[in-house]
């Protein structure tokens, strides 16, 4: 064969590859594809193959088909995997903590992601207020754990320390899930000291996560610290004030005026969230709010203030309620999966400044893991330690 013609040979096989394409693109089947390319060659040359009609609906559909299975692929495949990892992690503790620490350096570059890919919801939403949330959706039968009742059962009183000194006696009760005082501790910090620290970094301090005021038309820090607000103000019947600051800048900013206990041992991590309450003569009584890490403290920055530390709920059968009166610079300390903590109202001529904080039980010698322990559980039938109980209490009652 001369070369004309293989040339045209190859020219016309490259013709017909290309209309098997072209009607396999249209959903034509082969016998269709055959008959068609037969017709067109024993007519005219110039004739158009056009697609059969029921081609292009044949191809819509075909997507749109394809669509809902490889969206429930997708849904089915994360639920599997979730779901995977759960059982994994509950039936081997270890490998959750070992993915913990390999994922850790990577946690910011993870969330700053995540963060980055919601921007353009910006356009139709304000989610500025999430910034600072713990959860985005609440759980309410989500429950914080709590520790065995035989931790309470023998705590007959709230220990008194003069002093930060004594490392192992503050490590045993801190161990032993037993409030403590430290007494005259703290600074002690007034109104004053909040308004001058605020108007000196007020760009920070806004983004407040939570601000809740009893106050008739006081609905944010600005409105708290303005120039018509004063002491007196403040001392009204009923005033209540709560304020809460979760992000890096406005914790820092807040630590100038309550620096980390003495306590704290350096290698406990302190958590972000700091909480100060404001409060009036005759003010409502609250509990303390749910603390992100296993230690809690409250520091009495000003005023006189008493707390009742009753126990959890399903203790309160086999433990006894305990109250003591915090003085200026006083700090109270305790276990929240053990006791809470009820601030009762001010019926002091001054006002109350309070400051919550939390702090983890590294560097104390022990872990949660530990204290959940039976056999490092304490013992139920021994006898409780001689403790120094505040004057305050001896003659109240609860």
Wanted: with cysteine.
């Amino acid at each position: 064969m001369d070369p004309a013609s293989l040339e045209y040979v190859e020219q016309l096989q490259q013709n017909v590859a290309e209309l098997h394409q072209l009607g396999r693109e249209w959903g034509m089947t082969d016998d269709e594809m055959s008959d068609c390319i037969e017709r067109v060659l024993r007519e005219n040359e110039n004739v158009i193959v056009s697609p059969p009609r029921k081609s292009t609906a044949r191809r819509i559909w075909r997507c749109i088909g394809y669509t809902p299975v490889v969206v429930s692929c997708l849904i089915l495949g994360v639920l599997i995997l979730f779901a995977g990892s759960s059982l994994l992690f509950v039936v081997f503790p270890s490998a959750e903590h070992y993915m913990s620490g390999k994922l850790q350096p990577y946690g910011y570059t993870i969330f700053r992601t995540i963060r980055l890919a919601t921007l353009p919801l910006h356009r139709y939403f304000n989610i500025t207020s999430l910034y600072d949330a713990e959860c985005l959706v609440e759980n309410p039968w989500y429950e914080e754990p709590t520790l065995e009742c035989n931790w309470c059962e023998n705590i007959k009183n709230i220990e008194s320390l003069n002093d930060t000194k004594n490392h192992d006696l503050i490590d045993e009760f801190m161990r032993e899930a037993r409030p403590i005082v430290f007494k005259n501790l703290a600074n002690v910090v007034n109104f004053e000291d909040l308004r001058g620290l605020y108007r000196q970094n007020n760009v920070v301090l806004d983004n407040a996560a939570f601000f809740r005021s009893s106050v008739p038309g006081m609905r944010s820090i600005q409105e708290l610290f303005g120039d018509e607000v004063d002491e007196n103000t403040l001392m009204k019947d009923g005033t209540t004030i709560h304020w809460v600051t979760r992000n890096m800048a406005g914790s820092q900013v807040i630590r100038k005026l309550f620096p980390r206990p003495t306590f704290i041992p350096p290698e406990s991590e302190v958590a972000l969230e700091r909480v100060i309450f404001i409060d009036g003569h005759k003010s409502d009584h609250y509990e303390l709010v749910v603390l992100p890490l296993q230690m809690g403290y409250y520091i009495q920055a000003s005023g006189n203030h008493k707390v009742i530390v009753t126990p959890l709920k399903h203790c309160r059968d086999v433990c006894n309620p305990m109250q003591t009166v915090l003085k200026e610079g006083d700090i109270l300390t305790y276990n929240p999966s053990v006791w809470k903590v009820v601030v009762m109202p001010n019926f002091q001529n001054k006002l109350s400044i309070g400051y919550a904080g939390s702090f983890s039980f590294n560097g104390l010698d022990f872990d949660l893991k530990e204290s959940e322990d039976a056999e490092i559980q304490p013992d139920p039938d021994a006898e409780p330690q001689e403790s120094v109980q505040e004057e305050d209490s001896k003659t109240e009652q609860t």
